[in-house]
């Protein structure tokens, strides 16, 4: 099925290990999207991508780095991963008739730091 | 800054029952309004959009109207189903991002 594929889907780090959350679209989308979800916080943008070759910071990139790896991809990587950066993560996905809108999102990935 | 607030939940209501989810907005400019819908272990859906004021977007029974007056996006639907339970999130579109509420939950009991 088309769609935003993510892997891990499940992930527990130690604090100051690393990691790399993976990011698929196969819906030739050039808009792509990393957030974080905290309870009753919403979705907070970390990082954005408006297309291939660019990524912009959001509301929230301290502690992590992003990488446009061609038009489908788009990972997030956690250099040094704190408790704080304990979270749900969801990479989404969006058309240019609609930037800045996130159409398609994945299924989440549920990060745990102890 | 920019903001979006929803009601508190959870929502808990009757299979065939009414719904309304209250959202408002703060916006220096003239957003764009959302209503996405999150599953249980799935990620966020679009429901519904609407792009200027008494504009009203729908989709599968939804229903919110923009209104600049109230600054209000209010979810609404005539009759819930218990499939509709999930979590509801409210969301505008200005400039170069999106901002999202916290979320209202809603559970539908036969």
């Known amino acids: 099925n088309a769609g935003v594929t993510q892997t891990p889907k499940f992930q527990v780090l130690k604090t100051g290990q690393s990691m790399t959350l993976q990011c698929a679209q196969d819906?030739?989308?050039?808009?792509m999207y990393w957030y974080r979800q905290d309870p009753g916080m919403g979705l907070r943008l970390i990082y954005y991508?408006?297309?291939?070759?660019?990524?912009d910071k959001g509301e929230v990139p301290n502690g992590y780095n992003v990488s446009r790896l061609n038009k489908r991809e788009f990972s997030l990587r956690l250099e040094s991963a704190a408790p704080s950066q304990t979270s749900v993560y969801f990479c989404?996905?969006?058309?240019?008739?609609?930037?800045?809108?996130?159409?398609?999102f994945g299924d989440g990935t549920r990060l745990s730091i102890l | 800054g920019d903001s979006v607030t929803q009601m508190e939940g959870p929502v808990t209501l009757s299979e065939e029952a009414c719904l309304t989810i209250n959202c408002t907005y703060t916006a220096t400019g003239y957003p764009s309004l959302f209503w996405y819908v999150q599953y249980p272990g799935e990620g966020l859906q679009l429901l519904l959009k609407a792009t200027k004021a008494d504009d009203k977007g729908s989709n599968k029974g939804f229903e919110a109207t923009y209104r600049k007056e109230t600054t209000s996006f209010h979810l609404e639907k005539g009759s819930v189903q218990v499939s509709d339970s999930a979590v509801y999130f409210c969301?505008?579109?200005?400039?170069?991002?999106?901002?999202f509420g916290p979320g209202t939950s809603l559970s539908v009991i036969p």
């Open positions: 969301a505008q579109s200005s400039y170069d991002k999106v901002i």
């Open positions: 989404a996905s969006g058309t240019e008739l609609y930037s800045n809108q996130p159409q398609h």
């Open positions: 991508s408006a297309s291939e070759g660019t990524t």
């Open positions: 819906m030739n989308h050039n808009s």
